[in-house]
Nanobody, 115 residues
Framework: QVQLVESGGGLVQPGGSLRLSCAASGFSFSAYAMSWYRQAPGKERELVATITSAGVRTKYADSVKGRFTVSRDDAKNTVSLQMNSLKPEDTAVYYC????????WGQGTQVTVSS
């Protein structure tokens, strides 16, 4: 079956860093664009970063541009999100997303940025 499993979330102080990973299985990973979304309490789900199939392009939300980096390793069926200079407003559940003709979602991992 299709699975997207996020890991790497946790509690970090403002200015700190975290690296999220998403392990994919059950579909042709390399053919899919991979994205990270996040959702904070009371807010709509927000697209954070996207990396296209083959890693040709990346896109970032303005709020994270210059701080976050998305990457993929098609040999390992993983996508990562390196988050630096974290701010309290980055606090959210972060979700891994795969998009082609069909969309798949991970279960999410909590990131909390707080002193």
């Amino acid at each position: 079956q299709v699975q997207l499993v996020e890991s790497g979330g946790g509690l970090v102080q403002p200015g700190g860093s975290l690296r999220l990973s998403c392990a994919a299985s059950g579909f042709s990973f390399s053919a899919y664009a991979m994205s990270w979304y996040r959702q904070a309490p009371g807010k709509e789900r927000e697209l954070v970063a996207t990396i296209t199939s083959a890693g040709v392009r990346t896109k970032y939300a303005d709020s994270v541009k210059g701080r976050f980096t998305v990457s993929r390793d098609d040999a390992k069926n993983t996508v990562s999100l390196q988050m630096n200079s974290l701010k309290p407003e980055d606090t959210a559940v972060y979700y891994c997303n795969a998009q082609r003709y069909t969309t798949y979602w991970g279960q999410g991992t909590q990131v909390t940025v707080s002193s």
